[in-house]
């Protein structure tokens, strides 16, 4: 890969799609957003890019302020998001609590974290596209091809944006543009996380590092049967659960079914 050949194909592509609206994006201090702030940094003028950092708590906010200082921006603003997403799991629990009696089964008044996690990753989309409509702008997203195919994001979450400037880029790829980017080191350096909860990486999540998930993707994507994959030389610890996590994921990679009414 020529990564400065994929920076002046993306650039360009980015700067017609928002046509002059301002770009709306979080920052989580991962590598990923801070590529597409770089990228969006080439496309557009500073002051119409419009960063959100979202700590839950007393997340760090450490290096999502170091990426924006970074490429120069200082018009960021940070919002916690810990009592919205307090209230709404409070409700959540009444929620669960009353549908546990009418289906009968048991409830132990828990949310499980992945649960609680996609809360956090939708109310963040939520303020994203509060303020895009608030300035007419457009929400930037920043899953990557790994990401993607594997459904490693949360469906109406960060999942959910106007553009995806590197969903063609698996993950290994991300970090050789961000090197030619100059993007800071504590991205590089970070281990990477959706920071849904304490903890929580995506190697650890998945269960396959992220350079031998990229060659097996490399050589699957697109197919979605088992029975049609012809494995050969590609076979290795981890691949029965790519394949687990391709197939799971499928619905996210698709639109909502539409219904007809017939003729």
């Not at 921006?73 to 609590?97: A, E, G, P, T």
């Not at 509060?130 to 459904?151: D, L, M, P, Q, W």
């Not at 698996?170 to 030619?180: D, L, N, R």
Request: glycine share 8%.
């Amino acid at each position: 890969m020529n990564p400065e050949k994929v920076v002046n194909s993306l650039v360009p592509q980015l700067k017609e799609f928002l046509n002059g609206s301002p770009a709306v994006l979080g920052v989580s201090g991962g590598v990923d957003s801070a590529v597409v702030l770089a990228l969006c940094v080439r496309a557009v003028h500073k002051q119409r890019i419009l960063p959100i950092i979202m700590p839950y708590g007393i997340q760090s906010i450490k290096d999502s302020v170091e990426v924006c200082k970074a490429f120069d921006i200082d018009n960021y603003q940070v919002i916690n998001i810990q009592v919205q997403v307090d209230s709404f799991c409070f409700l959540l629990k009444s929620c669960l609590r009353f549908f546990s009696k009418i289906l009968n089964v048991s409830s132990d008044d828990k949310l499980d974290v992945v649960t609680q996690g996609n809360v956090k990753a939708r109310v963040r989309m939520m303020l994203l596209y509060a303020i895009a409509n608030s300035f007419h702008g457009r929400v930037i997203g920043t899953t990557n091809k790994s990401e993607y195919y594997t459904g490693y994001f949360t469906k109406w979450g960060d999942g959910a944006c106007d553009c995806e400037p590197i969903i063609d880029l698996y993950k290994t790829e991300v970090y050789e543009i961000a090197e030619f980017l100059n993007v800071p080191i504590c991205s590089i350096a970070k281990p990477p996380s959706a920071e849904l909860w304490e903890g929580q990486t995506d190697e650890q999540e998945m269960g396959v590092p992220y350079n031998k998930l990229d060659l097996f993707l490399a050589n699957i994507v697109g197919n979605f049967d088992k029975e049609d994959f012809e494995f050969g030389s590609f076979e290795g610890d981890g691949l029965d659960k790519v394949i687990d996590l391709i197939l799971g994921s499928s619905h996210k990679r698709v639109p909502p079914v539409p219904f007809s009414i017939g003729t």
